[in-house]
């Protein structure tokens, strides 16, 4: 079952500006994850946001969570080329099922 | 260096041959999930496992066997592919069950 849905479907935006995404989920979570995959290649995790938690950080990365709202945001600060990639979201709800959405592309040109 | 090895990357097969993608993880991991990845569905869990012995279904878990005899390995099994089950899997481990997940480069399957 999908849990997670990320908005929007793709992103296109210049070498310098900040990227945002966002996704919104259906029932309770205990923590929400936010991967990158490069075309085709396995996913690599970014960031973990708990239930308790509202806001995140790593490195260029903002993660914030609303559980009243039952959604997520990623913000990528300063972007480059490299992050050209998909970006899913994940809910954890029980203790070993990671749902995931079905991404946002994001391409970033020199 | 740790990782989440599969194999093969590639394969093309037949209709109704069985056929088994390896996936083994180093980082003596108890948690393990297969994932299969389709355009416009995402990626939907197959199966994981939270210990050895001890696998349990996930959202599509049908046409598709898992065994854990042994912490590292997590091999996934189609016992008589069909054309529906290509598509890009991946393996994934965790050694906090869901907080993080080191997944695999991928297997490209598909059945004709």
């Known amino acids: 079952s999908q849990q997670g849905e990320e908005d929007p479907q793709a992103l296109s935006i210049q070498e310098g500006e900040n990227a945002t995404m966002n996704c919104s989920y259906k029932?309770?979570?205990?923590?929400l994850q936010w991967y990158r995959q490069n075309s085709g290649r396995g996913l690599v995790h970014l960031i973990l946001i708990r239930s308790n938690e509202r806001e995140k950080h790593s490195g260029r990365l903002r993660v914030t969570l609303d559980t009243s709202k039952k959604s997520s945001s990623l913000l990528i600060t300063a972007s480059r080329a490299a992050d050209t990639a998909s970006y899913f979201c994940a809910t954890a709800s029980g203790y070993s099922t990671l749902t995931f959405g079905k991404g946002t592309m994001l391409l970033v040109s020199p | 260096e740790a990782q989440v090895t599969q194999n093969p990357r590639y394969l093309i097969t037949v209709t109704g041959k069985k056929l088994t993608v390896t996936c083994s993880q180093n980082m003596n991991h108890e948690y393990m999930s297969w994932y299969r990845q389709d355009p416009g569905l995402g990626l939907r869990q197959i199966y994981y496992?939270?210990?050895?012995?001890?696998?349990d279904k996930g959202d599509v878990p049908e046409g598709y066997k898992v065994s854990r005899k042994e912490k590292r390995n997590f091999p996934l099994i189609l016992e008589s592919p069909s054309p529906n089950q290509t598509s890009l899997y991946f393996c994934a481990s965790s050694d906090r069950g869901n907080y993080g997940y080191t997944f695999g480069s991928g297997t490209r399957l598909t059945v004709v």
């Open positions: 496992s939270m210990n050895v012995e001890v696998t």
């Open positions: 029932t309770s979570i205990n923590n």
